[in-house]
């Protein structure tokens, strides 16, 4: 979707979003609910459309004698008391195979049971075969003795298990991939110099995946340079003399980007001298130190190719690259950072962000806030959901922290203190947007990748400063105060109009069932901590695809929620509406977000839809209704496309899966003229046992969904899903392939 970043390859982009030739319909079965309340003092069973039954489990003795007898009947897991016991009583109150009733009544047969068996037998063997150490020899033990323990040095640690120092590798196809990390960690270390008062501009050049970073501070001591690159634990971020308020990794930054780099070369410039290192994956191969044949400005000098023997075949996204530089340049106002020859420079801040991401949408004029250690910026636009910002010491917290928790309460208290009133948080942040930078000494972050701040010291005091601030800045602006007061009780009115829409929407679910007819749980979600971290649910179309993933899928953590079809296009929708679509709702439901986006169960949301017309747009009515009323879901990195092969190449010994022409072209060079090529349109289509490959975390292929400016949302959603049909026709005629180019 135009600006929307969906990763799809260059032929699927291609493809029209036009109305589907038929429309799929699938049927769904009611599954009989049954529900079971147990209590120590009666146990009622309801089945729909049955009359309960009541057993009574005890009664007292003046009841004895005016009621009558009423047979026990048992219950799963409860004793003749009526206490749940089903753990403790498993092995004793379970009756045999051979005895237990069916369904039916009647005892299994034996030749079912051997047949079940058999096929249980046969996923174990298919289980164990998918161990990617299955085959393998084993090797016998050595003793451990001495000469056994090894050592690495600090790069050849950082080559060995990279993940601890930057994360994720990623190929740069995400913004958040190792190659932006080291580029990150470099920048980084210019701006510590910036930040205390060295240098006011910083050089970046990309080409061909090569980088070179180039700026005007003190220089690196030049006795010290390969030690700085090279040695672990080894720099000037702990002397607070020197650095304060430091955003690098505090000693790691550069040695990690050394060791990752098939090349790096560093040059420090100080006082008319020089000294020069060249590394190759982190071995020093060329060091010298000596005078300037000219004068040049001190500095550091630092170029470096990350390593595609660690990194793979990867490429750098410009478009990262420079909303990166762009954050520099609002963080640090008077600093100029040049990019491939474009300046990129901010002389407001934080102001400047906000304006460049919402421009004209907001309801009030930007409000700021600037303090020593403390800067905001905020405004409300009629959008639903909140959007933030958070920074800690120059640092793009995505997952926010304390600082950005903190700023929340205080904005409403705040408000509060302004207006002598009580609103409701979620009424005065409603539709806000805001942008949070605190400078803290000594960060604490819950990730070597910085994504979240974990210092629970600073609470109180940004608490505080916010709140003082805020309304500070109310006083000194009524007008603005008085269109923020109408936005909040405008929020306030809306939600007290979608309670009883949403009391509404709850009772209808209660009579459709007990369970969400099409929603396959998984076990653990993001509120059980690690357990639940790698947790995502699949938005699938269809009963045919959600087949195929559920006997695929990892039930501990993947959960699968299927679509009947096409959900109805919510674009231009009142926010009411929504809830009273019953699939939308039950999708709400399966997310856990029909109350609040704070409550949803899972990391990641997959939408996994055909490769073919219906099943893009499918996506696209997907992602409309995400960015319409969730926005925050896609913004905060939530939302992801799921992409699966359009071929499979195989011959008698090779299989080869290609998400490309290209793929499948080269994969027909390799295994020759005569292989068989096999073109997938729906991932009904797919084997279950060939498709777990394909939701496997450490195979599957996840494009995250992206938006490059908040602004461009309603441009967006208007153009592909409003009524502009002609318009919108015309942009297919020109620039998309037919039906008949795409299916080949």
């Not at 004793?92 to 369904?103: G, I, N």
């Not at 958040?176 to 920048?187: M, V």
């Not at 004029?365 to 910026?377: C, N």
């Not at 729906?682 to 292929?701: R, S, V």
Request: glycine share 8%; with cysteine; aromatic share 8%.
């Amino acid at each position: 979707m135009g600006g929307i970043k969906s990763g799809v390859s260059a032929s699927a982009e291609k493809k029209p979003v036009a109305a589907s030739s038929a429309v799929k319909k699938a049927t769904a079965t009611k599954a009989t609910a049954t529900k079971k309340v147990v209590s120590t003092g009666s146990t009622a069973t309801k089945s729909a459309g049955k009359p309960a039954t009541k057993t009574t489990a005890s009664v007292t003795a003046a009841k004895t004698a005016s009621a009558k007898s009423v047979a026990k009947k048992p219950v799963a897991g409860v004793d003749e008391n009526g206490t749940f016991r089903a753990w403790a009583n498993a092995k004793s109150v379970a009756k045999s195979k051979k005895s237990a009733p069916t369904a039916s009544g009647s005892v299994m047969d034996k030749a079912t049971d051997k047949k079940s068996l058999a096929e249980a037998e046969k996923k174990l063997a298919a289980a164990k075969a998918a161990d990617p150490n299955a085959g393998k020899p084993q090797k016998t033990v050595a003793d451990y003795t001495d000469d056994k323990i090894q050592h690495l040095d600090a790069l050849e640690h950082i080559r060995l298990r990279s993940g601890m120092y930057i994360g994720r590798l990623g190929d740069g196809s995400n913004q958040n991939d190792g190659i932006y990390i080291l580029l990150k960690e470099i920048i980084d270390n210019s701006i510590d110099e910036f930040i205390v008062g060295f240098g006011t501009r910083i050089d970046v050049e990309i080409k061909d995946n090569h980088v070179k970073v180039r700026d005007y501070g003190r220089g690196i001591p030049l006795g010290k340079v390969v030690d700085c690159v090279s040695e672990i634990n080894t720099g000037g971020k702990y002397n607070d003399d020197v650095f304060q308020f430091s955003v690098g990794m505090n000693g790691v930054g550069t040695k990690a980007v050394n060791a990752l780099s098939s090349y790096f070369r560093v040059i420090s410039i100080r006082d008319g001298k020089c000294t020069e290192a060249v590394f190759e994956k982190g071995k020093l191969k060329n060091q010298r130190t000596g005078p300037l044949k000219q004068n040049l400005p001190n500095g550091t000098f630092f170029e470096f190719v990350p390593d595609e023997t660690i990194f793979g075949k990867y490429s750098f996204n410009m478009e990262y690259v420079e909303r990166r530089i762009w954050n520099y340049a609002y963080l640090n106002t008077g600093l100029t950072l040049r990019l491939n020859g474009k300046d990129f420079v901010s002389q407001n801040g934080l102001l400047d962000l906000l304006q460049s991401e919402i421009e004209t949408e907001s309801i009030y004029p930007v409000g700021s806030y600037v303090g020593e250690h403390l800067k905001f910026a905020f405004t409300h636009t009629n959008a639903y959901g909140e959007n933030y910002f958070s920074f800690v010491n120059g640092q793009f917290t995505s997952d926010g922290g304390t600082h950005l928790n903190a700023f929340k309460e205080g904005f409403i208290k705040g408000v509060n203190d302004f207006f002598h009133t009580n609103y409701k948080s979620e009424d005065v942040r409603d539709g806000i947007t805001a942008a949070v930078l605190v400078k803290v000494k000594d960060p604490v972050f819950e990730s070597q990748t910085k994504n979240k701040l974990g210092n629970t010291d600073i609470r109180a005091w940004i608490v505080a400063e916010v709140q003082s601030g805020l309304d500070n800045w109310l006083h000194k602006n009524p007008k603005s105060a008085e269109m923020l007061q109408k936005k909040i009780e405008a929020n306030e009115k809306l939600r007290t109009e979608l309670s009883s829409v949403k009391k509404q929407a709850k009772e209808n679910a209660k009579k459709l069932s007990i369970r969400i007819p099409k929603l396959k749980d998984c076990r653990y979600f993001v509120q059980d901590g690690k357990k639940g971290e790698n947790s995502m649910i699949f938005i699938t179309e269809g009963d045919s695809a959600s087949g195929t993933m559920t006997h695929s899928r990892n039930a501990d953590y993947q959960a699968i929620f299927s679509l009947r079809g096409k959900p109805e296009n919510m674009y231009g929708k009142k926010q009411s509406d929504i809830y009273k679509n019953d699939e939308l709702y039950q999708l709400m439901m399966a997310l856990g977000i029909e109350t609040s986006v704070e409550n949803l169960k899972y990391a990641k949301i997959v939408i996994a839809t055909d490769a073919d017309n219906d099943g893009f747009h499918i996506r696209n009515l997907v992602l409309t209704f995400f960015l319409g009323y969730f926005e925050e879901l896609v913004t905060s990195g939530r939302v992801f496309i799921l992409e699966t092969p359009l071929f499979r190449v195989r011959n008698k010994k090779d299989n080869i899966y290609c998400y490309s022409e290209g793929e499948r072209d080269a994969a027909l060079k390799k295994l020759g003229a005569s292989a068989e090529v096999s073109r997938f349109k729906g991932l009904g289509e797919i084997n279950p046992d060939e498709f777990k490959q394909f939701i496997t975390p450490e195979t599957m292929h996840l494009t995250p969904v992206e938006i490059s400016q908040l602004k461009v949302i309603p441009q967006l959603l208007s153009f592909y899903m409003g009524k502009n049909t002609p318009e919108r026709r015309h942009f297919i005629e020109e620039h998309l392939l037919s039906n008949a180019e795409i299916d080949v």
